[in-house]
């Protein structure tokens, strides 16, 4: 008898193999992240887990389990978002604060009159990390490793090495 009906987890050795296989090379660092959307286009919110394989900078989404979305029949059809740049096309990586950055998104204030969120900032509120590409395109992500994320790719640091699990 099951009582349940849930899926196996997959194995996250397994995963990141694959994933190593995939990209071309040995997944370094990586976070949980949010992708909040890109300035001046609309709010995404998707949560992922974005990653560093040699010089590429990967985020990819992950489908929720929305329980009551379930039951009433409202779910929609998940459609997986995956997006790369390299540290060479980053023109720019730095903290900001969360309104400044919704209101960015949303189309309230151009990425220019954006300013780095201040110490006390950081300690009142949730920075937002801005990546600001030489194409134009500006990126913002909510992650649990912001400040490490941002001297890395500001440095052009080595990857740090994935955490064992």
Not at 76 to 104: N, P, Q
């Amino acid at each position: 008898m099951q009582l349940f009906n849930r899926k196996q987890e997959e194995d996250p050795d397994e995963f990141w193999q694959r994933t190593a296989e995939k990209r071309g090379g040995q997944v370094g660092f990586l976070t949980f992240a949010t992708l909040l959307g890109r300035a001046a286009d609309r709010l995404m919110d998707l949560p992922g887990l974005l990653y560093v394989v040699g010089d590429t900078i990967w985020f990819e989404d992950f489908e929720r389990d929305n329980w009551l979305a379930r039951i009433m029949g409202g779910r929609k059809k998940f459609e997986k978002t995956e997006l790369s740049f390299g540290r060479a096309e980053i023109r720019e990586s730095r903290l900001v604060s969360r309104s400044s950055a919704m209101r960015c998104v949303a189309g309230g204030i151009q990425v220019d009159q954006l300013h780095a969120v201040s110490a006390l900032g950081r300690v009142l509120s949730t920075p937002i990390v801005q990546v600001t590409l030489h194409n134009g395109t500006t990126l913002f992500f909510d992650m649990i490793r912001r400040a490490e994320f941002v001297s890395q790719v500001a440095q052009g640091a080595a990857a740090a090495p994935r955490p064992a699990t």
